[in-house]
């Protein structure tokens, strides 16, 4: 790693760390780029270099905490992804607690759901059935992580057949 990656990653780790650090005394919309800066020990060019929004810093984080798991869980056999991959992901944010807690407290969940839509890798030269595809899957997976973290981010049970049970619930073949 070079000299100039070091500092870079200094500086992405001092002002993830400085923004978490402030958002537990204090509301993250009373919080300013000067404030953060200030607290991070770098300057305002370095944060406008890295980030446009202190939102940009916890989505980056939120990626970071996710990325690795992802990047191992991806190479397993597809039987395995099928059976596990609820209860890894759920593991992966309750191990992240206190970063969604701090998420949510400041009614920020729009984060949450900017880094699972990303995650899903939507972009506008896929072609339609592929886009809608995923835009309904990162809508599920956002709308059911959502709801857990509001119900107290309890244990997700292992055998939970989650699409089974919300075809059968709103048997779909009505709203066509």
Partial sequence: MTRKNEAHDMVI??????????????????????????????????????????????????SACTDNWWSEFSKKPEAEIYRTFWVELFEIYKKNKKLIKLIYKNEASFILKEHIFSCCDLKPERDDVDAYTRAVLAGAVYGLVDE????????????????????????????S
């Fill in 13 to 62: 780790e001092s002002l993830t760390e400085a923004l978490l650090k402030l958002m537990e005394k204090k509301p993250l919309s009373d919080i300013n780029i000067s404030e953060l800066c200030d607290c991070a020990g770098v300057s305002r060019i370095s944060f406008y270099r890295n980030y446009d929004t202190m939102h940009d810093i916890l989505i980056r984080h939120l």
């Fill in 148 to 175: 857990w973290i509001k119900r107290g981010m309890k244990e997700f049970p292992n055998d939970f057949n989650i699409l089974k049970t919300a075809f059968e619930m709103f048997n779909l073949r009505e709203l």
